[in-house]
């Protein structure tokens, strides 16, 4: 199975979606949400959601507009870790970042503004889904975006920083900042198209475990990855001092820890009777992505 071409896919079933979304261009805020959201992003959560959705049964087409709402949540959270108050990022999608261009205070704005459009987006679908469904997956956006999900990771982040960290606590900030909401795309598009429970929670615990692997070669590309491919410097963990799994192990011990939380991921799924052949092969291009 070729999983990139499948990806590649997925990104252009999106891509052509939120082309036609009615421009976010009418005034500064608009402009500088449009900005990053229709960045060159690769488009991995959206991706995921809508494939974790046909694999339960959907028409991922219908889905779209929940698709849309993930990936403004994900967009929110770089434009704010950007930010001089958090990581001071220059440059993310191979452009200046949102604040570069649009400054702080408007920066803040727009993900404020992606934060809460995302729900409004997700909310879109309710003529096409069972309410009790669609209200599961929004209080899950909310509980894995918010303080019991992502935005806890990042407080983790925060606290840890200038501190050496074990190799545990580095997995709990990354297990919430990282794969709370890889977890959140899978598990939702499972939800949206009717798996049940136990099949909701394993492709939630399969996310968590992607999420780890995913982070992982996120430090390894930090390390040895190009600007040209990953639209950002590298070398920043390095320069500002961050316990990441390649200073805990190597990179060969970090590449084996990848593979070792993909084994997990892929155990997690092994019970449920569908075809999960996307799944199984996320592995590969997990481990041996350059961006
Ligand atoms: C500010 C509330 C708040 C949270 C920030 C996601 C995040 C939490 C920060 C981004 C910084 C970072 C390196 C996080 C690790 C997860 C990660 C690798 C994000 C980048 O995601 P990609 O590679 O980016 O999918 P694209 O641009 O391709 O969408």
Known sequence: MD?????????????????????MESGTLRDAMAYS?????????????????ETFGADSQDLLPFAAGIEMI??????????????NDDYRRGKPTCHKIFGDGMAVLAGDGLLTEAFQMMISIRDIVEPARLLGALEMAASHSGIQGMVYGQSLDIEGEGKPLTLEELKTIHYYKTGALLSFSMASGALLAGAKEDEVKAMDFYGRKFGLAFQITDDILDATGSFETLGKPIGSDQKSHKTTYVTLLGI????????????????????????????????????????
């Open 3 to 23: 999983i990139q071409k499948i990806l590649r896919g997925k990104q252009e079933q999106f891509e052509t979606y939120i082309a036609d979304l009615p421009r």
């Open 37 to 53: 959201y229709l960045a060159q992003g690769k488009r991995l959560r959206p991706s995921l959601f809508l494939l974790a959705a």
């Open 74 to 87: 994900h967009t929110y959270s770089l434009i704010h870790d950007d930010l001089p108050a958090m990581d």
């Open 252 to 291: 060969e011990g970090a590449r084996s820890e990848a593979r070792k939380a993909m084994k997990e991921a892929k155990v997690s799924i092994s019970k449920i009777s569908r075809d999960l052949a996307v799944f199984h092969s996320l592995g590969k291009y997990v481990i041996e992505r350059d961006r």
